[in-house]
Structure formats: structure tokens, C-alpha cells
Nanobody, 120 residues
Framework: VQLQASGGGLVQAGGSLRLSCAAS????????MAWFRQAPGKEREFVAA????????YYSDSLKGRFTISRDNAKNTGDLQMHSVKPEDTAVYYC??????????????WGQGTQVTVSS
């Protein structure tokens, strides 16, 4: 397994959740990593990305201020801290490795995803 997302679950609206991504060295080293999500019946959408050095972060405009992306290169892990979650945040969340941005963000490696369900 090259990427494994975890930490999803059921959370009440207004609550917080922290997602984690464990990556192999090949999928993690020297590349940005990103989080995407896919809600039922919708296309996968960009959530957040962070550069290899961690000095630059990017967020979907609709999520900025509520979600925080981070990474630990020594452990080959990345996190997505979610605050003030809303029912519309319900989706399967995927972490991506080997990510680049040419216009839109895209990633060469994907994990299985973790389900986040926000109850109202």
C-alpha cells in the first residue's frame, strides 16, 4: 500500500476531526501531497495541498479557515485537521502523493480513502 488514509468517522456538525495519511517514501519524498474528497454523486474535488518543504499550503476557497493541512517528512505522514465541520463536508477523503499543480492540482498516487460523515 503506497498511501493509507485514516481517521474518518461520524462527527456532529460543528465538531472536529483529524485525518492522517501514511505514505511510502516513493510517493511522499520531494513532492507536494494533497487531500481530495468525493461526496456521493459528485466528482472528486480538491481540498488542500502542501509542498514538500511544508512552507506553502493551498486550500479550496470554500474550506479555507476551517481545515489545516500539515505533514511530517521524517515520518512520511500528512494530516488534515478539520474544524467546524458541516454536513456538506460528508465525503470520502483521499490523500494523494506525488502531487503537482498545472492549473489544477493532480496527484500520481492515491490511497483508499476514509469516510467522513457529518451529522446535523
Amino acid at each position: 500500500v503506497q498511501l493509507q488514509a485514516s481517521g474518518g468517522g461520524l462527527v456532529q456538525a460543528g465538531g472536529s476531526l483529524r485525518l492522517s495519511c501514511a505514505a511510502s517514501v516513493r510517493t511522499f519524498t520531494n513532492y507536494a501531497m494533497a487531500w481530495f474528497r468525493q461526496a456521493p454523486g459528485k466528482e472528486r474535488e480538491f481540498v488542500a495541498a502542501i509542498t514538500w518543504s511544508g512552507d506553502l499550503t493551498y486550500y479550496s476557497d470554500s474550506l479555507k479557515g476551517r481545515f489545516t493541512i500539515s505533514r511530517d517528512n521524517a515520518k512520511n505522514t500528512g494530516d488534515l485537521q478539520m474544524h467546524s465541520v458541516k454536513p456538506e463536508d460528508t465525503a470520502v477523503y483521499y490523500c494523494g502523493g506525488g502531487c503537482t499543480r498545472v492549473g489544477d492540482w493532480s496527484c500520481g498516487y492515491w490511497g483508499q480513502g476514509t469516510q467522513v460523515t457529518v451529522s446535523s
